[in-house]
């Protein structure tokens, strides 16, 4: 069985970074894709940023330029740096991952407020 497991999340004051964690276990295979996703109260789950296992990225608009999705491959982990954080960057952020389905974790809270 496959679990994400994150780590990373909290409360910072805007302007400020945190750096997201999370690694899949119960697999032998890397994932095609791992990214982040996040979803605020009142609002459907959104695209945070995805990255290949060739390392192509993709990000959302709203986080061009702060944040910086990676991974490791060989401990099948993805990274979520994010800098500059604002307040409405608040939210619950769930790792996800490609292996011949998709795999999500059980979130971790991102709270930005002074």
């Known amino acids: 069985q496959v679990q994400l497991v994150e780590s990373g999340g909290g409360l910072v004051q805007p302007g400020g970074s945190l750096r997201l964690s999370c690694a899949a276990s119960g697999t032998i295979f890397s994932p095609n894709v791992m990214g982040w996703y996040r979803q605020a109260p009142g609002k459907q789950r959104e695209l945070v940023a995805i990255i290949a296992n060739g390392g192509t990225t993709n990000y959302a608009n709203f986080v061009k330029g702060r944040f910086t999705i990676s991974r490791d491959n060989a401990k099948n982990a993805v990274y979520l740096q994010m800098n500059s954080l604002k307040p409405e960057d608040t939210a619950a952020y769930y790792c996800?991952?490609?292996?011949?389905?998709?795999?999500w974790g059980q979130g971790t809270q991102v709270t930005v407020s002074s």
């Open positions: 996800y991952a490609y292996i011949k389905t998709d795999y």
